[in-house]
């Protein structure tokens, strides 16, 4: 029988394991308008209340307020109007996270149109086929190179019509040709908008084949911001006297950042973009804007933390270092398990040498995400309940979610002052979460996507199939593997079709063993191999930051990775990283042997995905040799 306690998922279970868990909705799904309306209906009600801000060539951030946004929608708006644009029409965005993406996505719907994210990295051929399978009629580029990109490939794209460069005053253009229209013409296109129109085609990045477009209503959003908003209260509404903020440096072409700006939007949380995620810039911009949250990939939190323990490292404060990281390791899983109600919080040793690390460590961990951040929020993939642990201790709570792009984002969220480390939180409000019998994750909600476009079975450039394989009542499959415990909290342990079976007939999931890995400033990427062998092995590449600050530390500066894969002090260094991987399993799933490769795995050469996964098969294939020679002598 389904059992719930208040303020908890219901629960469902078959035999002893739990196979169901769903939340009801918070907030009630609007019944019209879109997501065109936020900008006027926070002009209407807080005009003067700052929304946005803006960094100029100084770096000097600059509030927009909510009147000075929807005036700058309606004037871009009604530019894509005068270009002849017509409601339904594809507008395709490639730039980095900047203020001007987030402007001319709310133009766009405002004009009635779709909005069709291109991530910046894209290769000539991934652009071309997302314009040509979206059938987009215009196309929003940052810079030149964008421009020449698309410009390339405009002989093959007989529906692109327009092609503006924001650099080059693209929306200054757009802002001037429909000055002389009347703003009705906006107000008109807007409502003829529903919570069923389709908001945007967002093309999953995909670990194999060509991306798929998913298709987003202006519904799916709003049931995935409304009942975040509610749910995440004291990260989303000010708690204190200090005003909620956030800035947002995950690309924008990405489902995650994408409901975030919206989100924040949605919540008046003032927002300000930051286009580059290189160490200085980041941490340049963190200081400047001094958000009080953040939204981010685990690779920024290991960045950070990595980087803190380099810069005690080269003071020779290593040590120390180390001791402070564990201090707060327990430090937070005592808090943790206090919320839990499941103790009694840091015992009294435990909160004076917290005391006394905070302002060595624990301040300038926090001082590097720009002082104020109390909450993050992290996806993409497991953050690692060490790393969970440590910020928690440090002062600075991280939420887990987990989604796809095909849930617009969060599928599950850790709830506020109920956090369980190691998991991804429970269902978001209005979804329900089931586990198969061969353990996929199963989802339903209202944030769950209408399709794929121009998917079989559909109209080609109109219409779209159902979601996936659908297996029955509604349940959307998501190809990961999971387990729910007995409050209803998931864990997600990988990916269905990455699942390894060594030759002795052991299953392995390799996500666990890479998360730990690839937290090791050493490691860059690392890929888990061993399906159908006799043992689990690994491929790792070096990461640069880590690898250079080594080198620096063992008076071996000036030599090249590829001089550095054999050399006895790394391989033992990297042996130590693989060894604490290997503490997280059973002795068949662990690590027998790895190779250091010379090289890194990057989107540029095929075997990374944007969104920083793995594309295994791609891996596989060129390191084919690296692979058999693992397994050519056996490890003792």
């Given at each position: 029988m389904p059992t719930r306690t208040s303020g908890e998922p219901e629960t469902l279970?078959?035999?002893?394991?739990?196979?169901?868990?769903?939340?009801?909705?918070?907030?009630?799904?609007?019944?019209?308008?879109?997501?065109?309306?936020?900008?006027?209906?926070?002009?209407?009600?807080?005009?003067?209340?700052?929304?946005?801000?803006?960094?100029?060539?100084?770096?000097?951030?600059?509030?927009?307020?909510?009147?000075?946004?929807?005036?700058?929608?309606?004037?871009?708006?009604?530019?894509?109007?005068?270009?002849?644009?017509?409601?339904?029409?594809?507008?395709?965005i490639m730039a980095r996270t900047t203020y001007e993406w987030t402007l001319t996505d709310f133009a766009a719907w405002a004009a009635g149109l779709i909005t069709v994210p291109i991530?910046?990295?894209?290769?000539?051929?991934?652009?071309?086929?997302?314009?040509?399978?979206?059938?987009?009629?215009?196309?929003?580029?940052?810079?030149?190179?964008?421009?020449?990109?698309?410009?390339?490939?405009?002989?093959?794209?007989?529906?692109?019509?327009?092609?503006?460069?924001?650099?080059a005053g693209g929306l200054a253009q757009l802002t001037a040709e429909g000055r002389t229209l009347p703003d009705a013409l906006v107000e008109g296109r807007r409502a003829t908008l529903t919570p069923g129109s389709v908001a945007t085609l967002i093309y999953t990045s995909g670990t194999t084949g060509r991306p798929k477009g998913c298709v987003l209503t202006h519904g799916n959003?709003?049931?995935?911001?409304?009942?975040?908003?509610?749910?995440?209260?004291?990260?989303?509404?000010s708690v204190s006297e200090e005003p909620a903020s956030t800035l947002l440096f995950l690309p924008l072409s990405h489902v995650f950042g994408r409901m975030v700006a919206i989100g924040c939007l949605r919540?008046?949380?003032?927002?300000?973009?930051?286009?580059?995620?290189?160490?200085?810039?980041?941490?340049?911009?963190?200081?400047?804007?001094?958000?009080?949250?953040?939204?981010?990939?685990?690779?920024?939190?290991?960045?950070?933390?990595?980087?803190?323990?380099?810069?005690?490292?080269?003071?020779?404060?290593?040590?120390?270092?180390?001791?402070?990281?564990?201090?707060?390791?327990?430090?937070?899983?005592?808090?943790?398990?206090?919320q839990a109600g499941a103790g009694g919080g840091p015992s009294l040793g435990l909160r004076l040498a917290h005391a006394l690390y905070d302002p060595l460590v624990y301040r300038r961990i926090r001082a590097a995400l720009g002082g104020k951040v109390r909450y993050a929020i992290c996806g993409g993939s497991p953050l690692g309940k060490r790393?969970?642990?440590?910020?928690?201790?440090?002062?600075?709570?991280?939420?887990?979610?987990?989604?796809?792009?095909?849930?617009?984002?969060?599928a599950t969220v850790t709830p506020p002052l109920r956090p369980r480390l190691g998991t991804v939180g429970w269902p978001l409000p209005g979804t329900a979460v089931r586990i198969a019998p061969d353990g996929e994750v199963l989802l339903r909600g209202g944030q769950i996507f209408a399709g794929y476009w121009n998917a079989p079975g559909g109209v080609p450039g109109a219409a779209v199939a159902p979601p996936g394989r659908d297996s029955g009542g509604g349940w959307f499959p998501t190809g990961d593997i999971g387990a729910l415990d007995e409050a209803g909290y998931l864990t997600i342990t990988g990916r269905k079709k990455e699942i390894l079976i060594t030759a002795g007939g052991k299953n392995v999931a390799p996500a666990p063993l890479e998360d730990r890995l690839r937290a090791h400033p050493l490691v860059g990427q690392c890929m888990v191999v061993g399906d159908n062998r006799s043992f689990v092995a690994a491929l790792l590449t070096l990461e640069a930051d880590g690898l250079g600050h080594w080198q620096r530390m063992h008076h071996k500066e000036g030599l090249r990775p590829a001089q550095l894969v054999d050399d006895p002090e790394l391989l033992a260094e990297l042996q130590k990283a693989v060894d604490d991987a290997n503490s997280s399993v059973s002795q068949a799933e662990s690590i027998r042997k790895f190779r250091v490769l010379p090289?890194?795995?990057?989107?540029?050469?095929?075997?990374?995905?944007?969104?920083?996964?793995?594309?295994?098969?791609?891996?596989?294939?060129d390191f084919a040799e690296e692979i058999e020679e693992l397994y050519r002598k056996r490890p003792r």
């Open positions: 279970k078959d035999g002893d394991r739990v196979v169901q868990a769903g939340v009801p909705p918070l907030v009630p799904p609007p019944q019209k308008g879109s997501l065109a309306d936020i900008p006027f209906t926070n002009a209407a009600e807080a005009p003067n209340d700052p929304v946005l801000s803006r960094k100029d060539v100084r770096a000097q951030w600059h509030d927009v307020t909510a009147r000075e946004f929807r005036d700058q929608v309606v004037a871009v708006a009604k530019g894509l109007i005068a270009a002849g644009l017509k409601p339904g029409d594809r507008l395709a991530y910046p990295t894209s290769s000539a051929s991934q652009t071309a086929w997302i314009l040509a399978d979206s059938g987009a009629a215009a196309c929003v580029v940052e810079n030149v190179e964008q421009s020449r990109l698309v410009s390339g490939e405009r002989r093959g794209l007989p529906d692109l019509l327009h092609l503006w460069q924001l650099d959003f709003f049931a995935e911001v409304d009942n975040a908003i509610d749910l995440l209260h004291p990260v989303f509404t919540a008046r949380v003032r927002l300000g973009h930051a286009p580059s995620i290189a160490t200085e810039d980041l941490l340049a911009d963190l200081a400047g804007f001094r958000p009080t949250f953040l939204l981010a990939i685990p690779y920024v939190l290991e960045k950070v933390y990595n980087t803190g323990r380099a810069t005690a490292e080269k003071i020779g404060r290593a040590a120390s270092f180390d001791r402070a990281a564990g201090i707060a390791q327990r430090y937070g899983e005592a808090v943790v398990a206090q790393l969970a642990a440590f910020y928690a201790g440090a002062g600075v709570m991280v939420f887990e979610g987990y989604g796809l792009t095909e849930t617009t984002a969060a090289v890194e795995f990057t989107e540029e050469g095929g075997h990374l995905t944007p969104s920083m996964k793995l594309k295994r098969s791609k891996v596989a294939r």
